[in-house]
């Protein structure tokens, strides 16, 4: 029996996810290409990690920094007395870790397709350097960030490792259609798994072919 | 008045320069790589010199002594740049408007003024990708001046235009020149540029001052034929 929950809760985490991860990969990639530092290309492999890393291997980390014991969950626990384990929040966390470098490389890639020029003309017109950003900078790298936003979110809507390890399957608190679909299989109701199969397929499909054709009309 | 004394270390020479620019055209003339646009990119602020001091009238753009080095935007200095550096995402008269910190009835009048001297009545509503060469040329000058700069750097301002424009652009930079009366410093590696603008010419080589000019400066667009027009300059 199919229900609705896992797929509105599913886009729910997306959606929060990818608001993260907008901020969090603008500011990175801004602030790693105006700064010269050692150690810089470390930075950048760490940032990357979460793509290439197993999912599990990410919900491993995040269970052992955020989970009761972890040095996060102490403090959250001691000062704002909440717990993020087996919360939605801890679905978005997961969502968030793992799509940012999808964000960060198209970031960076459409900052480092910025002709330089236009940004030195600015600054010469008395531009301060938030003006800069925000006029010219941003402007002119929007495809490349509407693309990191469009697959950062398709990426969160289907993950799974790291958010079964830190949100659990608990039906209609954290699952989402990746566990939902694990669970239906688990328990040899196939119909039940392949209408999620269907429906975050349709969905993801939907999202990459919009995105497609707003870049073809764009260029 | 612009002084700059200063040097900077780049990576085949030092660049080792001193001048003063009068509220006139001053040519810094030299081959490519000579460190001319260096010297334009540090009067701007977009690149820091290694030691020296640079000074506009009686403010100080850049002073190693005093550890000064003021950014970009206030130091009320346009460029124009050699691809002329419009912002693709907005019409002529955003670009145009781009530098103009308050806008004000004076504003409104300097704009009609530039686009009406620099022919361009017919273009604000157009996007940069519909411009030729020529008012492409025109907008950036015309944006570059209407953020009412102390002085205007010019990069190679004129190499990207064809013969008939560059003709006509020549005479409207010594109007505007004239009209505007700050220092307009242009770099070239043309001698035929730098002989229909410069009031004054600073030869270059390798990042330092020379008093005679570079062979090229005699020669025309095919390297044989002895320049006439020299003289003038002597």
Not at chain 1, 54 to 76: D, H, S, T
Not at chain 2, 36 to 49: E, S
Request: proline share 6%; with cysteine; aromatic share 10%.
């Amino acid at each position: 029996m199919v229900e609705w929950q896992p797929v509105i809760l599913s886009i729910k985490v997306a959606s929060i996810s990818v608001l993260f991860v907008f901020f969090l990969g603008v500011l990175s990639a801004y602030v790693m290409r105006s700064i010269d530092i050692p150690g810089k290309a470390a930075l950048e492999s760490f940032f990357t990690l979460p793509l290439v890393l197993p999912p599990v291997v990410i919900g491993f980390l995040l269970l052992v920094l955020v989970g009761k014991q972890g040095p996060v969950g102490i403090l959250l626990t001691k000062y704002f007395n909440m717990q993020i384990i087996f919360t939605q929040s801890a679905a978005v966390l997961a969502g968030t870790v793992v799509s940012f470098p999808l964000m960060y490389q198209s970031t960076k890639a459409a900052f480092e397709g910025i002709d330089k020029t236009l940004e030195d003309a600015a600054r010469t017109l008395g531009a301060s350097e938030w003006r800069v950003f925000w006029t010219v900078t941003i402007p002119l790298s929007w495809p490349g960030l509407v693309s990191g936003l469009v697959l950062s979110f398709a990426r969160t809507l289907g993950e799974f490792g790291a958010t079964i390890m830190i949100a659990g399957n608990i039906p209609g608190k954290t699952q989402t259609i990746p566990l939902a679909i694990y669970f239906a299989t688990e328990s040899n109701d196939l119909v039940t798994a392949g209408m999620y199969v269907i429906i975050i397929s349709v969905l993801t499909f939907s999202i990459i072919f919009g995105l497609n054709h707003w870049k073809g009309k764009t260029h | 008045m612009l002084t700059v004394d200063i040097k900077k270390k780049l990576s085949d020479f030092t660049l080792d320069i001193s001048f003063t620019a009068p509220n006139k055209t001053l040519v810094l003339f030299g081959p490519s790589g000579c460190g001319k646009t260096t010297i334009l990119r540090c009067i701007a602020g977009l690149m820091k010199p290694d030691e020296g001091s640079i000074v506009s009238n009686k403010t100080v753009f850049y002073s190693s002594k005093a550890a000064t080095h003021l950014p970009p935007r206030s130091r009320n200095v346009s460029y124009m740049f050699q691809d002329f550096a419009l912002f693709p995402h907005m019409n002529v008269k955003h670009n145009i408007w781009y530098g103009v910190k308050t806008h004000s009835q004076q504003a409104t009048d300097l704009y009609e003024k530039l686009i009406t001297l620099l022919k361009i009545e017919h273009l604000p509503h157009r996007t940069i990708v519909q411009l030729s060469g020529g008012e492409k040329q025109r907008v950036a000058m015309a944006r570059a001046l209407m953020a009412e700069p102390q002085i205007l750097l010019l990069d190679e301002p004129l190499s990207a235009l064809d013969a008939q424009s560059r003709y006509e652009l020549q005479d409207e930079l010594k109007k505007l020149q004239e009209i505007w009366n700050i220092p307009f410093i242009l770099v070239t590696h043309s001698p035929e540029e730098a002989q229909a603008l410069g009031s004054e010419v600073i030869f270059l080589h390798q990042g330092q001052q020379v008093s005679e000019p570079p062979p090229s400066w005699y020669m025309n667009g095919n390297g044989k034929t002895p320049r006439s027009s020299f003289q003038y300059f002597y």
